[in-house]
């Protein structure tokens, strides 16, 4: 993938719909990317909004069976392995039948270390012969150094950058990143609320969102804004989005995005992956009027 696939489109993070039965429910999953793609979006990457590290090895193959056939043409789609390292390297057996560009590594801080995790990537990316994207979710999961060893050894194809900040604005370690790798490669990881000072104030290539399945076209309407330079039309898009990711943030990201995309007809995503629960009942009323909301504004293609 290049600064230019970054940038085309929003890149969506969906949850996966499973029936009662735990099985991957194909039709409600391509009615989530069907609504995805009729509001611009074209790259889709199934990670921790997907629940993909509670994805057994036994199903794995099928997952991405499915995802290759629900995919439109022009729609890249990107899955995820691990957290663990063993899971990663029986998934990269796997992947090895499949075509997609680039996979993620599901980040993990338990038992690891940052030159461990260069290791492994290293013998991951000989596996399957493509560069993977790197997850960063936390200081202590990988220093700038050894993000700059990765990339300048070609085990990196991007960077989804997630790093939760009081002052999104003042962030030496992106900083710091940014003056390693440059800005090209490193996508905003946290939906369209960081993503305005992500692109606008460090020159991301674009950004990552879980509420882009349910206003597609918004989402990417704000992107577009920001690419060019309409800063005013972004804010205003972006504070549109807060309803919904206040309770995301407030509850759970995962759980509550999975409920959203149901409770506002999007597609049925059926139950929710064990180690995972269900939103409390008392909460969905609130996620159901913030995600029908949202549906409401979400431009018609």
């Not at 929003?10 to 009729?38: C, G, K, T, Y």
């Not at 596996?127 to 085990?155: A, H, S």
């Not at 490669?185 to 692109?199: K, R």
């Amino acid at each position: 993938m290049t600064p230019a696939s970054l940038a085309a489109s929003v890149i969506a993070v969906p949850p996966l719909a499973r029936d009662s039965n735990l099985n991957w429910n194909v039709a409600e999953n391509v009615r989530q990317i069907r609504h995805l793609e009729s509001g611009g979006v074209t790259t889709l990457l199934y990670g921790g909004n997907a629940a993909l590290s509670h994805v057994s090895i036994s199903e794995y193959a099928s997952l991405l069976k499915m995802l290759t056939e629900a995919a439109g043409p022009q729609t890249i789609v990107v899955p995820s392995v691990g957290p663990t390292y063993g899971m990663m390297m029986d998934q990269a057996t796997i992947l090895r039948d499949f075509s997609f560009p680039t996979v993620m590594l599901l980040p993990s801080r338990d038992g690891t270390t940052p030159a461990g995790i260069a290791t492994g990537m290293k013998r991951f990316v000989d596996r399957i012969q493509r560069p993977v994207v790197l997850y960063l979710k936390t200081e202590e999961m990988v220093d700038v150094e050894t993000v700059q060893k990765m990339f300048n050894d070609g085990l990196i194809s991007w960077v989804k950058y997630a790093i939760v900040r009081k002052d999104a604005g003042n962030d030496p370690f992106l900083s710091g990143l940014i003056d390693a790798i440059g800005p090209s490669l490193i996508v905003s990881g946290m939906g369209e609320q960081p993503a305005a000072i992500h692109l606008r104030q460090f020159n991301l290539s674009g950004f990552t969102a879980g509420c882009v399945c349910v206003a597609p076209q918004l989402s990417t309407n704000m992107l577009r804004a920001l690419q060019a330079k309409d800063y005013e039309t972004a804010e205003r898009i972006r504070k549109q989005f807060l309803p919904l990711e206040s309770l995301r943030d407030s509850i759970n990201p995962v759980r509550v995005l999975h409920a959203a995309v149901s409770l506002c007809g999007v597609c049925n995503s059926g139950p929710i992956s064990p180690f995972l629960s269900p939103v409390k009942e008392s909460d969905q009323a609130a996620i159901k009027v913030a995600a029908e909301e949202l549906l409401r504004i979400n431009p018609k293609s």
